[in-house]
Nanobody
Framework: QVQLVESGGGSVQPGGSLRLSCAVS????????MGWFRQAPGKERQRVAG????????MYGDAVRGRVAISRDDAKRTVTLEMTDLKPEDTGTYFC??????WGQGTQVTVSA
């Protein structure tokens, strides 16, 4: 059974930083896409970042490009999202996903003054 567990969310002020982590169990990750998407109340799901398997390319959503960085460690089966210069519009629940078909329970990020 594939499981993904996110951690690292929290409440920060605008301009702050957070580091989100996701641990995968039940499946090797090296050949698979890993990424993060977010969901805010009343808004559509939004892809934040992704990284292809086998040393493939990274991608970032337009709303966060330049402020976030995604990385992965396939030996540990983890994917990390470093977020800086956070804005109130970054508020939402952040989910990591594997192969675009498995995802975790999410971690809440709240950005407010």
């Amino acid at each position: 059974q594939v499981q993904l567990v996110e951690s690292g969310g929290g409440s920060v002020q605008p301009g702050g930083s957070l580091r989100l982590s996701c641990a995968v169990s039940g499946r090797a990750t090296s050949s698979l896409f890993m990424g993060w998407f977010r969901q805010a109340p009343g808004k559509e799901r939004q892809r934040v970042a992704g990284i292809e398997g086998n040393g493939g390319e990274t991608m970032y959503g337009d709303a966060v490009r330049g402020r976030v960085a995604i990385s992965r460690d396939d030996a540990k089966r983890t994917v990390t999202l470093e977020m800086t210069d956070l804005k109130p519009e970054d508020t939402g629940t952040y989910f990591c996903d594997l192969d675009r078909r498995y995802w975790g329970q999410g971690t809440q990020v709240t950005v407010s003054a």
